[in-house]
């Protein structure tokens, strides 16, 4: 049998999924506030494209500030982790405090410290995403393959050149699942902070301060439209992570690799 | 007055924990250019052994001295294969090989040109730019071994490095490694389950018995170096074959009513 194309399938599964959609409005008569149709959602998107955009740019602009603030930090101290076992043991379980706590609670903390707008939602970014950079890193590190690490000690080499040579390239697979989990956090991340600590500075929110605008207006086409965008933000932070994921361990690791 | 002996081994044991002794009063004096195997039942302690010269894991008692001094601070004369390749899957051959005379800080000019002499040597010049998981087993064992050699080490500790390879990968390869050691000569300790191995390439075979491990018989090998395939079919060496596999049958009986 010949192989259908790989798009075959989801396209088919999409129409029937939006037959679907219209016919459970059709036989329950729903209200467009209540399910709007799927091309009156496309409408709005079209319609409110300018406000849509700069709200996306705005979360973006958190969601990629404080993604990287978390990868940067996350990595940093998985290796201050790996470097120093008591410094792990004596600060590990504040982290584990720190990634409890509520972000609910934290936001208004940081609308304090930081005022509404873009600065707060990067902190409330930066939280979300930098635990599981910081546990997925500190994870590759420390699991080092002991005859790797045997090898090392034969070479008389320096703690530094362990880390280096060893660890951190053996890390990475794990660093890299930390960024793919942390890439799909960033956007929710950013969104729920603005949704917290958005301002109408501009006129406009991010996309979080957007869906409060809408549905008080009960523009409920346009919050869907909304939520497609915040979608397609997703999309595009765990895109870039893929590609990032395969750029840096296509050349050697077995996730990457077909079998042959 | 004979030579004092290069390596000493005085009423070594070694427990792991509270477990049982896995070595148990191994004495032995190996002298500088010996080519010194190790063979007996599995649990016997043979790799133990091994690492207990490395320097990586410490005797429970006893002394480990390599000339004259305790084997951890001699390590640095010292290079281990490993049972499995043990190759840094993100480095490219070449830079495998590389690694030991990187980290001790070799010239990047110097290194390349070792390694790809190593390569050569071991039969994989060719292979020197691809990945490790590029390569079969046996050539994986091989990059293991040019690495070891790269660093003209004076002693080499070789653990079992060729029992996934097939037996004229194999007998090439002794062949091969003892062509090495001519050349640039060091003081070898080999583990092993092949009783033609260990005959082929030895000095002195060190038969050891299980539970715990223990010297069970020393057979000196008194053929002269350079050996060659042809070694394989003379009657002294089929003789030295018959002798060692009794002295193992023997090693492995004696322990198991044990079991």
Redesign the interface.
């Known amino acids: 049998m010949k192989r259908a194309s790989p798009w075959v399938m989801p396209l088919i599964g999409g129409v029937m999924l939006v037959a679907l959609w219209y016919a459970v409005i059709g036989i329950f008569g729903f209200k467009s506030y209540v399910l709007p149709t799927p091309i009156s959602i496309l409408a709005a998107a079209v319609h409110e494209r300018q406000a849509l955009l700069a709200g996306a740019l705005i979360t973006g602009e958190g969601a990629l500030l404080g993604f990287l603030a978390a990868v940067a930090g996350g990595f940093l101290l998985a290796l201050i982790v790996a470097l120093a076992a008591p410094l792990k043991q004596a600060f590990y379980p504040y982290i584990l405090v720190f990634q409890m706590t509520p972000v609910i609670i934290l936001a208004p903390v940081f609308v304090l410290w930081w005022g509404q707008g873009v600065p707060s939602i990067v902190a409330i970014t930066f939280t979300i995403c930098f635990f599981p950079i910081v546990a997925n890193t500190t994870m590759g590190m420390i699991s080092t393959d002991r005859?790797?690490r045997?090898?090392?000690?034969?070479?008389?080499?320096t703690r530094l050149?362990e880390i280096r040579?060893?660890r951190v390239?053996a890390a990475?697979p794990y660093f890299l699942i930390g960024m793919k989990i942390a890439g799909t956090l960033a956007p929710i991340g950013a969104i729920t902070g603005d949704f917290l600590t958005g301002t109408t500075q501009n006129g406009l929110g991010g996309l979080g301060f957007m869906t409060i605008a809408y549905f008080s207006q009960l523009k409920i086409p346009e919050l869907f439209a909304t939520g497609m965008v915040a979608c397609l933000l997703g999309f595009l932070f765990v895109g870039g992570v893929n590609l990032l994921h395969w750029f840096m361990l296509h050349?050697?690791?077995?996730s990457q690799?077909r079998n042959e | 007055m004979p030579p004092p002996p290069y390596v000493c081994l005085e009423r070594v044991a070694k427990r792991f924990g509270t477990g049982p002794e896995v070595l148990s009063d191994i004495d032995a004096e190996i002298g500088l250019g010996e080519f010194v195997s190790f063979i007996g039942p599995s649990g016997c302690g043979k790799s133990t052994l091994l690492r207990l010269l490395a320097g990586l894991i410490e005797p429970t008692s006893g002394d480990i001295a390599i000339e004259g001094r305790k084997a951890a601070y001699t390590s640095a004369k010292a290079f281990f294969v490993f049972q499995e390749p043990n190759l840094l899957p993100w480095r490219r051959v070449a830079a495998n090989v590389e690694l030991p005379l990187m980290l001790r800080g070799d010239e990047r000019a110097d290194r390349k040109l070792r390694a790809q002499k190593m390569l050569d040597l071991v039969g994989l010049g060719e292979a020197a730019d691809k990945f490790p998981w590029q390569l079969s087993g046996g050539m994986k064992m091989r990059v293991s071994i040019a690495r070891a050699l790269s660093v003209a080490p004076r002693i080499l500790l070789l653990d079992e490095p060729f029992g996934a390879l097939d037996e004229m990968t194999r007998d090439r390869l002794n062949e091969d490694l003892l062509a090495i050691r001519q050349r640039d000569p060091f003081t070898a300790f080999f583990v092993t389950h092949s009783v033609a191995e260990a005959v082929f390439l030895s000095t002195r075979v060190i038969v050891l018995s299980a539970n715990p491990g223990r010297v069970a018989a020393t057979i000196e090998v008194p053929f002269v170096y350079p050996r060659t395939a042809a070694l394989r079919e003379t009657p002294e060496f089929l003789e030295k074959l018959g002798v060692t596999s009794r002295a193992l049958r023997a090693a492995s009986v004696a322990e198991a009513p044990a079991s």
Do not use: S
Request: aromatic share 16%; glycine share 0%; proline share 5%.
């Open positions: 005859n790797l045997e090898l090392f000690v034969l070479c008389r080499a050149q040579f060893l390239p990475m050349r050697w690791h077995d690799r």
